[in-house]
C-alpha cells in the first residue's frame, strides 16, 4: 500500500470515526510521525474509553 492510498483509507475512516464520537476533531484525528500516541491520548481523554474499546469500535465501523 502506498502513501497515497493510506493517506485516503485514514481520512475515510477519520469521517467514520467522527461520525461515532461527534466530540473529536480534526486535530484530535491528526496522525503525524511520531505522535501516535499522543493522538490516541486525545481519543481517549475525549471518549472516556481505552485504546482497546476504542480499536473495537473503529474494527465495528
Do not use: H
Request: proline letters at 0%.
Amino acid at each position: 500500500m502506498n502513501e497515497t492510498t493510506l493517506k485516503g483509507a485514514w481520512n475515510e475512516m477519520k469521517g467514520k470515526i467522527k461520525q461515532a464520537y461527534a466530540d473529536l476533531t480534526d486535530d484530535d484525528l491528526t496522525y503525524a510521525d511520531g505522535k501516535e500516541d499522543e493522538m490516541w491520548g486525545r481519543i481517549q481523554q475525549k471518549t472516556g474509553k481505552t485504546k482497546d474499546e476504542i480499536n473495537k469500535s473503529i474494527a465495528d465501523l
